[in-house]
C-alpha cells in the first residue's frame, strides 16, 4: 500500500506518506507521534463522529451526533438509522436518544423543550 | 421607556455571550445583552458539526453544545439576555435604541459591546450572469433550513466557494441523500480548514475544481444546471474550458460581510480590509466606550478564537466603566508585504501582552512573520506553512511596543 495524506490532528497540516502492507506500515513525514498514530489509523481503520438532525414526533427535529467516533464505512447505514428514528421531547443535552450502535449512542447535541 | 446599564451587547452569539461573562467576572455584573433571535447562540445553533472548542475548552464539541456552555456561563451569573429583540441604532454616546414586540426600547449604556458577527454574500454580489430561478441558496442559508427548520434544499448540487460552511455543506447534503456534484473555488487554493477538505470531500469523493468559478445559471422556475469556466491567474474567465454541469442547487459560500451598519451609523470608522471597525487592543473602537469583538471586527476561522476576542472585549468595557481608561499614545499597527491584515491596527504604548491576529495574502510555505519598529526587528516567528483561511497571531510583549514608535508586520521567506 502507498498512500499519502495531510495530517488534520494540528493546523500544521504535515503531508504525510504511508507505505507497507498489513502491520508492517512506515510512515514519513510526520513531525510528532500524534500525526503518526493518526496516518496508520486512517489507512487501517479510519473513523469519524457523525453528527445530523433527528425528527422528533411533534414535527420539529433536534441536533444530534454519534457519542464516539464511528468506522467511517459505516457512515451511511448510520445516517439510514437516524432517518428512521423519532424522539420526544423535551430532550436535553447528551441525553441518549439511539442507544448501542456501531459501539456507541447517538445523544442530542442542542436542548427542546 | 429609557433604562440604564453598565454594558449593553448588541448580539448573543459566541461573541456576545463571554464578552458578558467576562464582563460580569471583572466586577461590572449590570450586563444586557440583546438579540435579535429567539435563543442566544447566533450562528453556532445551525452549526451543528463538530469541531468546535478544542482550543479553549480542550475537547470537541458541536455548534449548539458550544454555544450552550457559554449560555449557561451567563445565566448562572444572572445576565439578563432581550430576546427577539433587534437594535436599531447605537448613539455615539453609547444611548442603544431596540425594539421588539413590547415596543421601543432605549438604554443608556455605560459601555456598548458590538458582537452581531457577519452575514454572507450575497449572489447580487457575486455578479452571476444567466437567470433568476429558484434552487440558489447561500450555504449558510440552506445549512439552516436543513439544520433548524427540517426542510431539505435539493437533491443535486454544485457549491460556488470552498470556504468552511461549504465544504461542510457538501457533506451535510450528501449525508441527507443528495448528489454533490462539485465544489468550485475562484482561487487557485481553498479558503477552508484542512480537516474540512479532507473529512467533508475527501470522504465522500466529491470534486474541488480550483481556479473555477460559476459563470451561468440556467431554469426558468427551478435551477436546471450551471455553466462552470476556468479562470486565469487574474481570475478572468479562460474561453473554451466551459462545462454545463445539471443541478437543482446552487450554494453560495463565497465570503463572509461583517454586519456594520450599526457601527457605520454611529460614525465608526471601519478598516476597509477587515470590514470591521478599527480598534486598539483592547479592542476599543475609535468612539470611546463603544467596544466590537468577534465576526462583526473580523472573521474569524474558528470560534476559540472569537471566544477569546470577546472575553478580551468584555474586560476593557468593564474597566472603561470603572474609568479606568489609558492615558498614553497610541502606535499603528500596519499588514506589510504578504499580510492581508492585522488587528488591532493600533496599540497603546502601556499595552500589556498584546497578541497581534493576522491573515497571509495567499499560502506559503517555510516563512517568518516579522513584526517590526521602524527597521529594529521586535519579533520574529517561523511558521512552516500558513494559509489565507488560517489565522495567525504573534504575541507582542510589553517591552517590544512600549519604546515603538509603529508596529509593522510582514511576512518573508525563512532561511
Ligand atoms: S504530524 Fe503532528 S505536527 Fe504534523 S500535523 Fe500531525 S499532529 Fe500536527
Known sequence: MKKELVCIVCPMGCRIRVDGIGDALTVTGQTCRRGEEYAIAECTAPTRTVTSTLHLEDGRSVAVKTAAPIPKEKIFELMAIIRAATAKAPVRIGQVLIPGIFGTDIVATAAVD | MTEKHDIVIVGGGPAGLAAAVAAYDAGVTDVVIIDREEAPGGVLRQCIHNGFGLHKLGRELTGPEYAAVYAAEAVKRGIRILRETMVTAVSPDREVTACSREGILKIEAGAVILAMGCRERSRGALNIGGTRPAGIFSAGTAQRLINCEGYMVGKKAVILGSGDIGLIMARRLTLEGAKVE?????????????????????????????????????????????????????????????RYIECDTLLLSCGLIPENELSLAAGIPLDTITGGALVDERRETEIPGIFACGNVLQVHDLVDYVSDEAELAGRSAAAFVRGEISQEKTVTVSAEKGIRYCLPQRVHTDAGKTELYMRVAAPAERVKIVARDGERVLLEANRRRVAPGEMEKITLTPEMISGAEEIRVSLEAWK
Request: proline share 5%; charged share 25%; aromatic share 4%.
Open chain 2, 182 to 242: 462539485a465544489v468550485c473555488e475562484l482561487m487557485s487554493y481553498s479558503g477552508g480548514l484542512t480537516r474540512n477538505i479532507v473529512q467533508c470531500l475527501e470522504d465522500f469523493d466529491i470534486p474541488l475544481y480550483l481556479s473555477t468559478t460559476v459563470k451561468e445559471i440556467h431554469g426558468r422556475d427551478r435551477l436546471t444546471g450551471v455553466t462552470v469556466v476556468a479562470v486565469d491567474e487574474s481570475r478572468r474567465p479562460v474561453p473554451g474550458t466551459e
